[in-house]
């Protein structure tokens, strides 16, 4: 007797048995199953079926692992345009990484608290209390 097929998997379009299913080999999530070794996150292709996981915000019906949906739901740094993963600083309603956040006139970072002039333009307080 052939073994009957509940569905194919989502990644290779082999069929996915109920034996697959019993032997816990099937994964059904996303409104979807898969081989449970073809889980893959969409971008950068580790296996999630073992690991927490979330559906992609720019390609639904596919999986992402928890660093990549990150990478694709977080805001960017005005400053370095890289995904922001730790606190952020906002100025001027721009979000920016400490690191990133500089002195219009000095150009060191701002560690010790930030000012902004009517222009917008960001200084540290040294700077701001010398220019404005």
Do not use: Q
């Amino acid at each position: 007797n052939p073994i009957p097929s509940l569905r194919h998997c989502e990644s290779c379009k082999g069929k996915i048995t109920h034996v697959d299913a019993i032997r816990g080999n099937a994964i059904y999530t996303i409104g979807r199953v898969w081989h449970k070794t073809h889980l893959a996150c969409n971008r950068c292709n580790i296996n999630v079926s073992e690991i927490p996981f979330r559906e992609s915000k720019m390609n639904p019906g596919k999986a992402v692992c928890i660093d990549c949906f990150m990478m694709e739901t977080h805001p960017k740094c005005c400053a370095c345009n890289k995904t922001l993963l730790e606190t952020a600083l906002m100025a001027c309603g721009r979000y920016f990484h400490k690191e990133c956040l500089k002195c219009n006139s000095c150009s060191n970072t701002c560690r010790g608290g930030f000012m902004v002039d009517n222009l917008g333009r960001i200084y540290d307080p040294e700077c701001y209390h010398v220019r404005v």
